[in-house]
């Protein structure tokens, strides 16, 4: 496949993984198609408004693909109300009853999530796969650390990346053994190198794209970190077509989370302003944290993508953050204004945030 750093989404320091494009309503993904970002909704399914409206938030927020939990029938009219209400493609997220898939496909469902080990007999999954078949809608097959077949925990002991792989690779059988070939595959683990060993296995043995995320992280410090760390290794490596971040918070989080990851890797280019900042040291003389949140409040909703630096020193500042559209190195009481390295002007404490918002306008 061609040099991945030619794509027109980022660049990537290794070559893209070649996989097979698949239409999720109107987003594709695999290919040399974006890395489309997903996230789940969170509120009772009863509740149709409260889930649109965070269904909406998501999507401002730069979501691509949301998906809907479908506990029963009820559910299926928030399905009907979230495809009339938002432009992202629906994923209807299905467990046990077949009969449910079937019912989510034609209620408009852009995608159907399953885990075949718990829909049942070969015949149920193929009920559901005639239905995706006649209106060419995808199927991503889940497989789970706290789901998988009895039997191949039984094999390897625990839930580790080769158990992972085999039940992705006994979920592509079965379904190519249908004839169905429309598939999005995930192995989540909770644990970042068991997913990252599996994600690397079956992307080297099938050309189906791959939705990544860690499963089951948790919050806070550490539930980011593992999803960076374990998403974003997969990604640098060419791995993955979508992503999801998942965290014991609201999917308002998940979406800005992935897309820092996204960022952090150069596979978004529009992303707004990215406020780099120093860590401070002995030296700083101004009160660079304050400065740094104020300065991050105050951009926030701009659509600008620019790199402003919060320098705590003239000695260091300018220099140190040459790759920055704009910035600021701080002095005693004072900080200099710069603009691509160059000098524009010196300011007091009290009015650097200002002057360096009205600078920003100028850009
Ligand atoms: S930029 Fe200056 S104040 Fe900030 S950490 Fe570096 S040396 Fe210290």
Do not use: W
Not at 30 to 44: A, E, H, K
Not at 61 to 81: F, H, M, Q, T, Y
Not at 224 to 231: L, M, N, P, T
Not at 304 to 329: R, S
Request: one cysteine or more.
């Amino acid at each position: 496949m061609e040099d991945a750093s030619s794509n027109k989404f980022g660049s990537f320091t290794k070559v893209r993984r070649n996989c097979k494009v698949v239409g999720i309503g109107n987003v594709k993904i695999g290919g040399n198609n974006p890395i489309c970002v997903q996230s789940m909704l969170n509120i009772d399914t009863k509740d149709i408004g409260s889930n649109i409206n965070e269904a909406l938030s998501l999507q401002k927020l730069g979501c691509n693909i949301i998906r809907v939990a479908i506990p029963d029938k009820e559910s299926l009219n928030l399905l009907e109300k979230l495809k009339e209400n938002t432009n992202m493609p629906v994923v209807a997220d299905i467990h046990f009853d077949y009969k449910l898939a079937v019912e989510a496909v034609a209620a408009g469902a852009d995608k159907i999530r399953i885990n075949p080990g718990n829909i049942g007999s070969k015949q149920n999954i193929k009920k559901i796969v005639v239905t995706c078949q006649k209106k060419n809608i995808p199927i991503r097959v889940g497989i789970n650390s706290g789901s998988l077949e009895k039997d191949i925990l039984e094999k390897y002991g625990s839930p580790n990346s080769e158990a992972l792989f085999e039940s992705a690779l006994r979920s592509i059988e079965l379904f190519e053994s249908l004839d169905f070939y429309n598939l999005v595959l995930s192995v989540k683990s909770s644990d970042v190198m068991t997913s990252v060993k599996a994600y690397e296995m079956i992307a080297n043995a099938c050309e189906y794209p791959l939705h990544l995320g860690i499963t089951e992280t948790g919050n806070g410090n550490l539930a980011v970190v593992k999803s960076a760390v374990g998403i974003g290794t997969l990604l640098l490596n060419g791995i993955g077509d979508t992503i999801r971040v998942t965290l014991t918070d609201t999917p308002q989080k998940e979406v800005l989370c992935a897309r820092d990851i996204l960022y952090s890797v150069g596979l978004l280019k529009d992303y707004g302003p990215e406020v780099i900042a120093c860590p401070t040291c002995g030296r700083t003389k101004i009160d660079i944290i304050k400065i740094t949140k104020d300065v991050k409040k105050r951009l926030s909703g701009c659509k600008k993508n620019i790199k402003v630096a919060i320098m705590g020193c003239a000695v260091n500042g300018p220099g140190e953050a040459k790759e920055a559209d704009i910035g600021i190195a701080g002095g005693d009481g004072c900080a200099i204004i710069f603009k691509k390295g160059e000098i524009l002007k010196k300011v007091d404490e009290g009015s650097i945030i200002e002057s360096l918002i009205k600078e920003i306008e100028t850009i």
